[in-house]
């Protein structure tokens, strides 16, 4: 192989690297969470809990508890029916944890107000 060759390939190659290594870098993986949720208007008065990834997930789970930190709701999905009937309105906090497909870990937690 030439050296003309030898370069241009070692410059694509760098070239491509340094675009993977940057591309890695700025996915930023994170879960959407609402601030409001309302109950749904049926008899059931379902609260439809729909959290947002930007990344594919391989685990997750998500707790809601109350104010006094009792544990009302866990689930293993991020789109789900949470039982709303005798919940009443005010604020939740959530925590949510897994991983994403990528690898990185999951952590996240914060409220939201049940309208």
Known sequence: MTHMKRI??????LAFGELLVAQQQTESCSIKVPA????????????????ESSCSIQH?????YNHWGNILYVSDQL???WQGKDKTPGNYYY????VFLNG????????????
């Open 8 to 13: 241009i390939l070692l410059i694509f190659f």
């Open 79 to 81: 789109d789900h029916f």
């Open 95 to 98: 925590r949510i944890t897994g």
């Open 60 to 64: 997750v789970e998500i707790t809601v």
């Open 36 to 51: 409001e949720l309302k109950k749904e208007a049926c008899g059931a008065q379902r609260i439809h809990l729909v959290f």
């Open 104 to 115: 990185n870990k999951i952590d996240q937690n914060g409220y939201f107000t049940l309208l």
